[in-house]
């Protein structure tokens, strides 16, 4: 018999914890935390102790997968590589690259998401290329650009310790970012103040000095009514304000129009609430600001991050340990494919394919000429394909037909492509609509990289051989490309990073030696750089600092006579996303079994709707039947559904319009009826 354990990263959360895979002969029988880790430091939450539950599951995808008379059978490689290499072919060849759309992966390593760009842009010709990033942080990364010059997480998640006062708006820590959540309890522990500003109830709101419930959709309002009590009580620094910033006075004007009374009219948050969270934030230093998705997910998105930078630097709490914009990025590695240049509008390390210099850059090191067009994001990819625009796709560990917004547009639109190429590691919802699936090998079964929500460049390491027939997805990727005109050579995806490395000037200090133990948080530019805890020390990214004046604008859809509830949607701490992965773990399955409607008492006991009775949710998108939990947690007059569940998917209700500049969609506020099934 022969025990090994191995040093890896956990493929769940952004939190990047370290997990040891523990297997004998060959096959996973555990997982434990690492004492020496950075982040988790001996922690890891149930997700993580149960990340080997999944991977020798008798559902993986183990042999590739050709439709033939309307079936998907079991085909060799060679036979799956060449009917999807002719696929991409003939649509470039009737329609140009243009017709041709790549979705990469915050699930698979820098490595593997490089080579996506690259295969993207130099083998197909086109800047169509994204990732589920458009439906989670597209805001942060344009709203912190914007306002400081870099869209990534100012500091580390265990600074939050440090914090004097940590607000905490639009996250729900302690179940999508678990250790993140440790760090805060650490915090609380040494006597920091807690702000909880979210509509639900969440765990941390129990333990808050403060929590408030306002509007979903309304946070710009909340935000510009604090800075607005801020500034007429003088409690906003005068100094940082003169020396690190600029566009103050414009922000000044426009927070006149937002008084208390007026801001608890919107928000329906309390004027003396507003006040005592105003003063709390802005006089008990440093405050840290923790946000996710609550504040992402809207048509406001942008507006809303403007707002939270605003806040931020008008107290001078940007640059500075303990304190900072936190943006908690979701997927284990979602910051990595978006270094990586999984965007339609930027190579590695946020280069434009627009700009002259960086664009023959990137032309010369790959030896074809690259299109400096910006490409399509993925939100705007679903009317392209409904519009005969986009007719070849290449799916590489997504699942759109549960986690897109408006399912049933989503369906017909993936229905209607000549090419759906899908790679994933289990026989999703959408490789069922497939006309290729190609079997990836998981976190377990390969080595490489994935940057953590702090910027932290962390080692992947391979525990286990592939299951069945599975390969890693760089040598999927490799293989196609070469099949269509472009032979790739890596033999490893060290040599991968390298080239990552000579293009990438933020990840150009870092090899796999030294990021063995601890990783490196990126800038790292040179060999001897220790990379960087923190970002905008003395100085912005951009220089100064930018304020900017916003308007508070509604949710796109609000209730109304005929849908007269709110539905806002999320996680649970048991499941991810789509669930592929959580639930066919035992561990976690029985925790959370299937989807559920939190209902308010006062809600329910109008309708007549007991707990666990199953009742029919609508929307202007379509309906879905799934069971009643009554629940203090949501207020009156809203609805809230996690969206893991595909027989009961919430985003068969969910509304599909975009932010005008992030292009993310509204999954956090639609209007819905709820009706008693029973009656
Ligand atoms: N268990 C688990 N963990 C995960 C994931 C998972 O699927 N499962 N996914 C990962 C990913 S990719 C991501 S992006 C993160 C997301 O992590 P979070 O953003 O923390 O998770 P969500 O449940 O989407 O929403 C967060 C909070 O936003 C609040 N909210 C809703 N509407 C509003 C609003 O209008 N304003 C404000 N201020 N708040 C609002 C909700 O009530 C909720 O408490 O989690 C990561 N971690
Ligand atoms: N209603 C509603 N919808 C939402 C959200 C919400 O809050 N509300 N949140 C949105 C957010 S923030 C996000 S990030 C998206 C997530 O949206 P998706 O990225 O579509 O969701 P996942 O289920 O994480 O899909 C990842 C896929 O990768 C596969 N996979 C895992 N590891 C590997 C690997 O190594 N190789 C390959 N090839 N495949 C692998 C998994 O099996 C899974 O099918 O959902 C969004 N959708
Ligand atoms: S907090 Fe996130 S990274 Fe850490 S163990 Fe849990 S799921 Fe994994
Ligand atoms: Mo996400």
Known sequence: MNFQTTHTTCPYCGCG?????????????????????????????????????????????????????????????????????????????????????????????????????????????????????????ASTVVGLAAAFGSGAMTNSIVDLENAKTILVIG??????????????????????????????????????????????????????????IIVKEGWHDKDYIAARTEGFEALADKLEEYPPDKVAAITGVSPAKLRRLAEMYATHKPSAIVYSMGITQHTTGVDNVKSLANLAMLTGNIGLSGGGVNALRGQNNVQGACDMGALPNVFSGYQPVADEAANTKFSQAWGRDLPKQPGLTLTD?????????IKALYIVGENPMVTEPDLRH???????????????????????????????????????????????????????????????????????????????????????FAEIRQLTPSYAGMTYERLAGAGLQWPCPTPEHPGTPYLHKDRFTRGLGLFQAIDYKPPAEVEDGEYPMLLSTGRSFAHFHSGTMTRVSPSLHQEVPTGYMEINPEDAGRMGVEDGEPVLVSSRRGEIRIPARISHRVDRGVVFIPFHFAECAANVLTNPALDPVARIPEFKVCAVKVKRLAA
């Open 410 to 496: 989503a369906e017909a639109a993936l229905k209607k492509l000549e090419v759906l190429v899908v790679q994933d590691i289990f026989p999703t919802q959408t490789a069922q609509l497939a006309q290729v699936v190609l079997p990836g090998a998981s976190f377990a079964e390969k080595s490489g990289t994935y940057t953590n929500t702090e910027r932290r460049v962390l080692l992947v390491r391979q525990a286990i051989l592939p299951v069945g027939a599975s390969r890693p997805d760089w040598q999927i990727t490799q293989d196609l490309a070469t099949r269509l005109g472009y032979p790739m050579n890596y033999s490893s995806p060290e040599e991968i």
């Open 17 to 137: 914890c370290g997990i040891l895979l523990e297997a004998l002969d060959g096959s996973l029988m555990g997982s434990q935390p690492v004492k020496s880790h950075p982040v988790s430091q001996g922690s890891l939450c149930l997700k993580g102790w149960s990340s080997h539950e999944f991977v020798e599951n008798e559902q993986r995808l183990r042999q590739p997968l050709l439709r033939k008379n309307g079936r998907l059978d079991p085909v060799s490689w060679e036979e799956a590589l060449a009917a999807a290499a002719q696929g991409f072919k003939g649509v470039l060849d009737r329609h140009g690259p243009e017709a041709v759309q790549v979705l990469a992966s915050a699930k698979v390593t820098n490595e593997e998401n490089f080579l996506l760009n690259k295969f993207a842009r130099a083998v197909l010709g086109t800047n169509n290329i994204d990732h589920c990033a458009r439906l989670c942080h």
């Open 381 to 389: 990819m679903f009317p392209a394909i409904e519009a005969g625009k």
């Open 171 to 228: 996250s729900n820590t302690t179940e999508a970012h678990p250790i993140a959540g440790k760090w805060i309890f650490r915090a609380l522990k040494q006597g920091a103040k807690l702000l909880v500003a979210d509509p639900r109830w969440i765990q941390l709101s129990d333990l808050a000095d403060l929590a408030v419930q306002q509007r979903p959709g309304s946070d710009v309002a909340l935000i510009n009514g604090l800075m607005h």
